[in-house]
Every structure is written in structure tokens, then in C-alpha cells.
């Protein structure tokens, strides 16, 4: 097992507005990405298409534990809405 590897965004400067105040910068997450496999882009990709394969396959492991009054009716939806 590698080591974790550790980035932080740079910090919003004040009085900035971002939808996401963890993130501010966007770019930075894919310039993160593209550093921690040392820029080779074939690999980011294969590996964020790795997630989130996994991703939905603890999706439907969930929905098949939950049952429906617990969720209220809820269903996970594996695809995103369109914007």
C-alpha cells in the first residue's frame, strides 16, 4: 500500500464567491489529479473511470440493503442530471 499523498487547494482569496468553498478552484483538481499519476493522462482516466465503477457498485449494494421506509421512498439514480 502506497503512502497517502496530500494536496490543498490555494486559498480563496476574500470575498471570493465559489460554489464550492472546500474547492475553489476547479482547475486545481484536475492539474491534482494529473500530479498524483504523474501526469499521464491515460492513467487519470482509466483511474476516475475505476472509482466510479466502484462507486456504483456500492450503489446498488446500498439499495439492495436499504429498505424503502428507511430511504422514504428514495432511490439512488446511477446517472447524472443533465445540466
Same mark, same amino acid.
Given at each position: 500500500?502506497? %503512502? !497517502?499523498?496530500?494536496?490543498? %487547494?490555494?486559498?480563496?482569496? %476574500?470575498?471570493?464567491?465559489? %460554489?464550492?468553498?472546500? #474547492?475553489?478552484?476547479?482547475? #486545481?483538481?484536475?492539474?491534482?489529479?494529473?500530479? #498524483?499519476?504523474?501526469?499521464?493522462?491515460?492513467? !487519470?482516466?482509466?483511474?476516475?473511470?475505476?472509482?466510479?465503477?466502484?462507486?456504483?457498485?456500492?450503489?446498488?449494494? !446500498?439499495?439492495?440493503?436499504?429498505? @424503502?421506509?428507511?430511504? @422514504?421512498?428514495?432511490?439512488?439514480?446511477?446517472?447524472?442530471?443533465?445540466?
Amino acid at each position: 500500500m502506497q %503512502p !497517502a499523498k496530500t494536496l490543498e %487547494p490555494d486559498q480563496a482569496s %476574500p470575498g471570493q464567491a465559489c %460554489p464550492d468553498q472546500a #474547492w475553489p478552484d476547479q482547475a #486545481w483538481e484536475v492539474e491534482a489529479v494529473l500530479a #498524483w499519476h504523474d501526469d499521464n493522462a491515460k492513467a !487519470a482516466i482509466r483511474a476516475l473511470l475505476d472509482d466510479c465503477k466502484h462507486l456504483r457498485q456500492q450503489l446498488a449494494l !446500498a439499495e439492495s440493503a436499504m429498505s @424503502r421506509g428507511m430511504t @422514504r421512498g428514495w432511490t439512488p439514480r446511477y446517472e447524472r442530471d443533465v445540466l
